[in-house]
C-alpha cells in the first residue's frame, strides 16, 4: 500500500463520517453523547481500565450506528413494496443499536456512579 492510497483510504472514510454526521440524527445524537462521554473521561480519576470500558462501549455504539445507517440505505434499494423483509430489517437494525446503547448506558452508570456520589458529598 502506497502512502498515496492510504490517504486516499482515509479521506474515504472521512467523507463516511462527514457524510453519516451530516445526514443522520442519530448519528448526531450519538456523536453528541460520546463527546460527553470522552469529557468524564479527561475529567474524572478513572482507573485505566474504567476509561477503556468506556472509550470501547462508546465506538461500539457509533460504529454500529454507522452499519444500521448502510443497512438501512441498502435495504432501501429494495423498497417495502418489493419485499416484507425491508421493514423488519430496519426494526432489528434499530433494535440493536437501542439494545447497545442501554447496556453502555448501564456500563457507564456502574462506574460511574461511585465518582459521582463522591463529587456531590464535596460540592
Known amino acids: ?10 479521506a474515504h472514510a472521512w467523507r463516511g463520517l462527514r457524510l453519516a454526521f451530516a445526514s443522520e440524527k442519530s448519528f448526531r445524537l450519538q456523536t453528541l453523547a460520546a463527546a460527553c462521554v470522552l469529557l468524564v473521561v479527561l475529567l474524572l480519576p478513572l482507573h485505566s481500565w474504567e476509561r477503556v470500558i468506556l472509550l470501547l462501549a462508546t465506538a461500539a455504539i457509533l460504529v454500529l450506528e454507522l452499519v444500521n ?17 425491508v421493514k423488519d430489517i430496519k426494526d432489528m437494525m434499530a433494535a440493536a443499536v437501542l439494545l447497545s446503547s442501554a447496556f453502555a448506558l448501564v456500563i457507564g452508570l456502574l462506574i460511574l456512579l461511585p465518582y459521582l456520589a463522591y463529587l456531590r458529598r464535596y460540592l
Open 1 to 10: 500500500m502506497t502512502l498515496d492510497s492510504l490517504k486516499e483510504s482515509f
Open 69 to 85: 445507517s448502510v443497512v438501512e440505505r441498502l435495504v432501501d434499494l429494495f423498497k417495502p413494496r418489493l419485499h416484507s423483509y
